[in-house]
């Protein structure tokens, strides 16, 4: 560190300081859009329904949701219990239905205008939170990664020169939080996030945005890309969800992703991703968990980035080395409890300019 000129470092601090407005700003505008979505669902469902009916229609959902949000104190979490609230959840969509039918409401442009506000907040998350290129899934065989003994690659482990991380997380209702932990003399990466709901509206979300990373500093031996190779072993990494049926004409959409990520800093330059877990699914009263990158701890995986631009010989760079993780649920009538717990040991980087000889 002592090396990088004072210059590099002021101008490096600079960047961090602007890219962390980036990021953040950047989240404010997807909660913006998203809030926006959900608004114009229920303005438009409702607008189905006759204005002679659109009141004791909201009065019968509000009470609907309000008995569903007290589930969790109502039953207990025992073999009986379960069965109570099962039975419950089956009679109640049972007479929801049988009362959205007397509603005379066209069903199939309801679900239509239900279907078209998924497409669109799944595309407006997309945008803000997905690259926009391909990226390939992480390698489970070591055999394909350089050796120590292979030049011109710098070999880099903890102590890193620094470390960040942010979270982010907002929904309409129910309940949301995200934290994360770095540790640069360790190289320990990760976060942990939890979304939930019961008694959905007709359009309610809830979204958790994650990033943990550590930084190095990179002098570019040759003009290039930089190309570079991430170890990370597996600490413990976790994602499972519920949802469950509860009134009328449901639908939902839930997306849980991990990605591993290398950005130069300074010099300002832009994300590239590879994935360690890109989970998607729909409408089903079911439960789902499994592991992400179907690692055990201790496994290793390994990522092979290179930056989106190129560099100048002797250029002194500022890069960060990390995961993104988010999960996110759009729901209509559905409870959702949607979960991650993402934690890594970035063991060692494999750093090189694609000019190198």
């Known amino acids: 560190m002592d090396e990088v000129p004072i210059k590099e470092r002021l101008q490096a601090a600079d960047a961090s300081i602007e890219r962390q407005r980036n990021i953040q700003a950047a989240n404010r505008t997807l909660t913006t859009t998203l809030n926006q979505l959900s608004e114009g669902c229920v303005k438009d469902i409702q607008g189905i329904i006759a204005k002679t009916q659109l009141r004791a229609y909201t009065s019968r959902h ?5 008995s569903i949000a007290d589930i969790p104190v109502k039953y207990r979490a025992t073999t009986e219990g379960l069965r109570q609230e099962k039975e419950f959840r089956k009679g109640l969509v049972k007479r929801s239905q049988e009362y959205v039918a007397t509603l005379g409401v066209d069903l199939k442009k309801a679900e239509a205008v239900q279907k078209d506000y998924i497409k669109r907040s799944g595309e407006a998350l997309r945008q803000h939170l997905e690259p926009n290129e ?3 899934y992480v390698i489970l065989d070591p055999k394909e990664t350089p050796k120590e003994t292979h030049n011109p690659w710098a070999w880099m482990y903890p102590p890193y020169v620094d470390e960040w991380g942010t979270q982010w997380s907002y929904g309409t209702r129910g309940g949301r939080w995200a934290s994360h932990y770095e540790n640069r003399y360790t190289g320990q990466i990760g976060s942990q996030c939890q979304i939930w709901l019961y008694g959905a509206d007709d359009s309610d979300y ?3 945005n994650a990033l943990s990373e550590i930084w190095v500093w990179y002098r570019m031996p040759a003009a290039g890309m930089v190309e570079a190779w991430l170890y990370m072993q ?3 990494g976790r994602y499972s969800g519920c949802m469950e ?3 009328g004409w449901s639908d939902i ?3 849980q992703r991990s990605k591993p990520y290398m950005e130069v800093i300074s010099p300002a330059g832009t994300r590239r991703y590879g994935t360690l877990l890109d989970f998607h699914v729909g409408e089903c009263d079911c439960c789902w968990s499994g592991k992400v990158g179907y690692a055990n701890p201790g496994d290793f995986r390994y990522s092979h980035l290179f930056s989106t631009q190129s560099y100048a010989a002797n250029q002194w760079l500022l ?4 995961i993104h993780d988010y999960n996110y649920f759009w729901t209509n009538d559905m409870s959702c409890d949607v979960a991650m717990l993402n934690r890594w040991f970035m063991h060692h980087l494999a750093i090189r300019s694609t000019g190198a000889p």
């Open 245 to 247: 049926d509860e009134w």
């Open 234 to 236: 597996n600490i413990d």
């Open 253 to 255: 959409d839930v997306y």
């Open 206 to 208: 809830a979204y958790t």
């Open 319 to 322: 890069i960060a080395f990390g």
């Open 62 to 66: 509000s009470e609907a949701m309000r």
């Open 134 to 136: 391909e990226a390939p």
